[in-house]
């Protein structure tokens, strides 16, 4: 019985930069969890290819549309991961109206009467609508850079590191990082330079090129919110103690949020996660405000 194959269509726009490169290892370890399938991205033709057994493929396709969910959050279900198969309602055909006697000057009226009842009895095909019907213009928020224009960190991978599959397949299951607990049978992680603490090849900071992080920092009483990022300069990557190298973020919401537009988009520095930098700074931000003391009343003397 000969393999069969199937193409996930994905918008080339909504590729984020290095998804690819994150996505070869879970979609290997996907196609060998349901009989050795074939799965490959190619952004290049904005698509994800899926070969082998048809059966084996429709068992595959709620893991692969939950990883499409994860690395592509900007693009809507495709419509060939949608559970079921596509309906086809036959309508009802519509009784003829009654007809009034042909004359003999008008020889076309039963050829018009036969096609509207054939048109009338047509099967009518209808599909399931994606998961998010909005559309993302809607409510989406228009991010200005403002200031002189950026210049982007050239980060170049060194020459003796290996590549982030590789080192991602050998940590994965030995890291001292990792911690117990987890969501979704995701395990927690205490590496430096990891954005959300998740033990995943995504926000890994110890496998990645670019690791991005934002977290607190606090000397005595003074707080303050620090940006971390990986080391432009090769040279520096040969120390472990400066692999990273941290910046710190303005408290004040609308300069914090505008240096970290420059330092993300502006830069296009793992434009990926700005989503969730901006959000675990706010975060950390509400996290500094002090509880107001309740004032207590004083029942008076009867």
């Known amino acids: 019985m000969g393999d069969s194959e199937l193409i996930v269509p994905i918008e080339q726009a909504l590729w984020p930069k290095g998804v690819a490169r994150s996505l070869s290892g879970v979609l290997r370890n996907l196609g060998d969890k349901h009989g050795n399938l074939v799965i490959v991205a190619q952004p290049a033709k904005g698509h994800i290819m899926v070969k082998g057994p048809a059966e084996k493929i429709e068992e595959a396709k709620p893991g692969l549309r939950a990883i499409i969910e ?3 959050p900007d693009a809507d279900c495709p419509e060939e991961l949608l559970e079921g198969p596509v309906e086809v309602s036959q309508a009802q055909p519509a009784e003829p109206a009654a007809m009034p006697p042909a004359s003999p000057a008008s020889p076309a009226s039963p050829p018009a009467a036969s096609a509207s009842a054939a048109a009338a009895s047509a099967p009518v095909q209808t599909r399931k609508a994606p998961l998010s019907t909005t559309s993302k213009q809607e409510g989406a928020e228009k991010i200005v850079i403002e200031g002189p224009p950026c210049i982007g960190r050239k980060i170049r991978p060194a020459s ?23 969501v979704n049978k995701r395990r927690f992680s205490a590496e430096p330079g990891n954005l959300l603490g998740l033990h995943s090849l995504q926000f ?99």
């Open 70 to 72: 994860e690395h592509f």
């Open 160 to 182: 003796h590191r290996a590549s982030p599959d590789l080192l991602w397949e050998c940590i994965r299951n030995n890291s001292c990082f990792v911690r117990p607990g987890g």
């Open 204 to 302: 890994s900071g110890l496998v990645n090129d670019k690791a991005l992080d934002v977290r607190p920092k606090k000397v005595g009483k003074k707080e303050s919110i620090e940006l971390v990022q990986s080391a432009a300069k090769t040279t520096l990557r040969h120390r472990p103690g400066s692999i990273l190298i941290s910046s710190g973020l303005n408290k004040c919401k609308k300069k914090g949020l505008r240096r970290l537009d420059r330092e993300i988009l502006g830069t296009s520095y793992r434009p990926a996660l700005h989503k969730l930098a901006r959000l675990k700074y706010l975060k950390i931000r509400n996290s500094f405000k002090k509880p107001k003391p309740r004032a207590t009343q004083r029942l008076r003397p009867a």
